[in-house]
């Protein structure tokens, strides 16, 4: 079955850099798009982030544009969100989905999350 | 960029009821429109895609229908685990891809 398993969250301070990982099992991950979706507390869904299959494209949310970084390693089946110069209201559970192509472009399995808290 | 906005914010409902859900699009975005369901500290489940083909696994209670600018989820007999917050998510002009901002389906 499809497994999708974020790691790396935790309390960091305002200004510093972490690293999101996700780690997907249960289908041919080199073959699929992956978003990262975050969620601030009591808060609704925001799109981060979108890397095609092979790497090859990268669209961002203009927010998060220039400090936040997607990538992946299609060896290791594992998604990556690198966040710069954190900031207080990065402070969400962030989660790695699944694309799915419809005729649009979709989220059909998600990940638990891990939360990131931005405080001093 | 794409605005999404859904009504009502809160809907309270009985089980058995009937459920009627919506989302408004600030410009067309075609049928390129999903429902995802999200239960308190769980991920969100897709529900419905291209505005009215249901997901793997998901109940026929939950149709989707609309394009355009005006769609609508409905749950046609509200069972005990559909009370949760919905949210629409366009994909018509990404990036962005946005979401609204959810409607909370209560129990009345």
């Known amino acids: 079955q499809v497994q999708l398993v974020e790691s790396g969250g935790g309390v960091v301070q305002p200004g510093r850099s972490l690293r999101l990982s996700c780690a997907a099992s249960g289908f041919t991950v080199s073959t699929y798009g992956m978003h990262w979706v975050r969620q601030a507390p009591g808060k609704g869904l925001e799109w981060v982030a979108f890397i095609s299959y092979d790497g090859t494209k990268k669209y961002y949310a203009d927010s998060e544009k220039g400090r936040f970084t997607i990538s992946r390693d299609n060896s290791k089946s594992t998604l990556y969100l690198q966040i710069n110069s954190l900031r207080v209201e990065d402070t969400a559970v962030y989660y790695c989905a699944r694309n799915y192509y419809g005729s649009g472009t979709y989220c059909d399995y998600w990940g638990q999350g891990t939360l990131v808290t931005v405080s001093s | 960029e794409t605005v999404l906005t859904q009504s009502p914010a809160t809907l309270s409902l009985s089980p058995g009821e009937r459920a009627t859900l919506s989302c408004r699009a600030s410009q067309s975005v075609s049928s390129y429109l999903a429902w995802y369901q999200q239960k308190p500290g769980q991920a969100p489940r897709l529900l419905i895609y291209?505005?009215?083909n249901r997901a793997t696994g998901i109940p026929a209670r939950f149709s989707g229908s609309g394009s355009g600018t005006d769609f609508t989820l409905t749950i046609s007999s509200l069972e005990p685990e559909d009370f949760a917050v919905y949210y629409c998510?366009?994909?018509?002009?990404?990036?962005?891809?946005?979401f609204g901002q959810g409607t909370r389906l209560e129990i009345k």
């Open positions: 998510q366009q994909c018509m002009d990404w990036p962005p891809i946005t």
């Open positions: 291209d505005a009215s």
